[in-house]
């Protein structure tokens, strides 16, 4: 089984709409981050927690909400979709170190119509 | 400026060559390094780390840093097919640790 699990894997919703992004680990790690890769951009972070108590936001936050509910899942909402929300979103974990090796989920393909 | 800076590509490498990846960044108290491989529409896996100046080498691939110069290169050897994909480098920041940076990446691509 994989270590990092993301469902859904894909997605295709309408603007306006509810839309939650799941991230489940089994490595034990601390640390869980989403990101969002945009052709051009790169990997761009929205959101990171080193525990269920600890939420910060990541240099893109604003039209979107996390939560934490436990060591192993990590959850991205998104509370009124619109187009250019439209990416590849990644959930990633690391070991509460000074290295911080990130290790990353499959992904979601996200199209908002 | 961007504060963590690769050339886009495409870079095209013979199979059997030596690929070099390079990777330029702006905050000058970043401890660590890391280069990821992410094949086409998947997720990027970690393949090298590397936390102090020098080369570090595993199979294939070593990664260089130099602080001073604020530069970290990936090479890999005996270029294989397999190895084509884009090629993302990650920093940490001096403010501390949680946060990485990603340059946009390298595409690569092995001509057999």
Known sequence: ?113 | QKEVEQNSGPLSVPEGAIASLNCTYSDRGSQSFFWYRQYSGKSPELIMSIYSNGDKEDGRFTAQLNKASQYVSLLIRDSQPSDSATYLCAVTSSFGNEKLTFGTGTRLTIIP
């Open chain 1, 1 to 113: 089984d994989a270590d990092v699990t993301q469902t859904p894997r894909n997605r295709i919703t309408k603007t306006g709409k509810r839309i939650m992004l799941e991230c489940s680990q089994t490595k034990g790690h601390d640390r869980m981050y989403w990101y969002r890769q945009d052709p051009g951009l790169g990997l761009r972070l929205i959101y990171y927690s080193f525990d269920v108590k600890d939420i910060n936001k990541g240099e893109i936050s604003d039209g979107y909400s996390v939560s934490r509910q436990a060591q192993a899942k990590f959850s991205l909402s998104l509370e009124s979709a619109i187009p250019n929300q439209t990416a590849l979103y990644f959930c990633a974990t690391s070991v509460n170190s000074v290295y911080n090796e990130q290790f990353f989920g499959p992904g979601t393909r996200l199209t908002v119509l």
